[in-house]
DNA sequence: ACCTGAACACCGTTCAAGT
DNA sequence: ACCTGAACACCGTTCAAGT
């Protein structure tokens, strides 16, 4: 007897496994426990199947890595309102950009991993036809997005790399006066300029850093023009 | 018997274990086979001792990781001139950064674990002397020494994740043409500004870039004042 | 104090075998 | 076509035992 061709809709716990539903618990995983939490046994049994059966939808690990990363950013960079005055936009972005990083901190290296994968290349394309907005002159056009790209990724990893690290108990407070201690506990012949502005580290806002960098870069954006 | 006090002088294949001789091995394990190449079993083989002994000199994997970082940013750092102008001394360490995460790309991942650790906190003192020696007021010298810190740290970590990932075989014409190629065949109504750069990205030269992007908010900075 | 090397508890990935 | 699960070839780290 021939099988029947209506199948009962599938529920969400016995779903034909696919590359989304894998990409999907991988983002979970990452999330949840973690940059190296992320297995294929615990992905396996997250997705109550075998750890090769990935391997059908799934080249490597790294890949995995990789689809991850494109989906938060697509994801990201959907929810950023464009209709903004391109200098608005590009802080919307870069703001954009380094809370999803903060948020998903295994994001931060995977974005580090070079402008040749498609999450990286959605940031380029989204900052690039803001400053083409802005009226820069064509031949600097890639290097003022080049730059911003640059200085986004390179803050919001930076930044995400404490959570990474720290004890997920200690609140920012405590961490940054803890390590301004340090700053002025450092020896002050080979590290005078730390110790001079260790009070302004221990005060600073992460968020208002990364807009008065971007302002830098623009306002140098301006400057050239 | 006693033994004697002097002990003949340890030629270099058995000299005793020590962090120094652990560091400079793995350095050179990290350069030569690459970032997964460091193994504690042939960082031991390497050194002619067992894997567990490496554990009486090193805490850990991260712990090494880290110490091979700082050596190698402190040798860079003490190689660069310091009696120039501000700003070039800040493009002079931009390129000396630039240049050893491009020689070493494992250290790309390493400087990215953020603003904690030595190697870190040493090229933000060296930058941060010069942006102090430029004028900048008082309150803004630690947001400008930031951006700096990050954008080149940015920068260089992304020019290197392509020689980490790229077969070694393949030289930078060949790989920019290609990549260029790519940006050519996207879609043009999703990357409308990628498509167009496209060009520049085959002929840009990653120095320049780099020196660019540092004199955009070098010129932010000044704008500043 | 320092080193040895086996052992532990894992990994990512492959692959014969199933349906 | 897709999934299973054992097996392979590794890891970092620990630790009793040696010197």
Redesign the interface.
């Known amino acids: 007897m021939a099988k029947p061709k209506v199948k009962r809709a599938p529920g969400p716990r016995d779903e034909a496994l696919s590359r989304d539903r894998i990409v999907a618990a991988a983002i979970e995983l990452l999330d949840s426990v973690g940059d190296d939490g992320l297995t294929f046994r615990a992905l396996a049994a997250h997705l109550a199947t075998g750890a090769g059966a990935i391997y059908w939808h799934v080249a490597s690990k790294h890949d995995l890595l990789a689809a991850a990363s494109d989906a938060v950013v697509a994801r990201v960079l959907a929810a950023i309102a464009s209709h903004a005055t391109p200098r608005r936009a590009i802080r919307n972005i870069a703001v954009g950009v380094f809370e999803a990083v903060d948020a998903h901190p295994w994001l931060?290296?995977q974005l580090?991993?070079?402008?040749?994968q498609t999450a990286?290349?959605q940031i380029?394309?989204r900052i690039?036809?803001q400053v083409?907005a802005l009226g820069a002159p064509d031949?600097a056009?890639?290097?003022?997005?080049?730059?911003l790209?640059?200085?986004?990724?390179?803050?919001s990893?930076?930044n995400a790399?404490?959570g990474?690290?720290l004890a997920p108990a200690v609140d920012r407070a405590t961490l940054l006066a803890s390590?301004a201690a340090r700053w002025n506990a450092?020896d002050p012949d080979?590290?005078?300029?730390?110790r001079?502005?260790a009070p302004?580290?221990r005060k600073?806002d992460d968020r208002d850093?990364l807009l008065?960098?971007v302002?830098?870069?623009?306002?140098?954006?301006?400057?050239?023009r």
């Open positions: 931060g290296p580090a991993r070079g402008p040749w990286t290349l380029f394309e690039g036809r083409q031949r056009q890639f290097t003022a997005a080049s730059a790209v640059s200085y986004i990724l390179g803050v990893d930076q790399a404490n990474r690290m390590e450092l080979a590290f005078p300029f730390l001079k502005v302004q580290l600073h850093e008065a960098g302002d830098l870069i623009l306002a140098g954006i301006a400057a050239a």
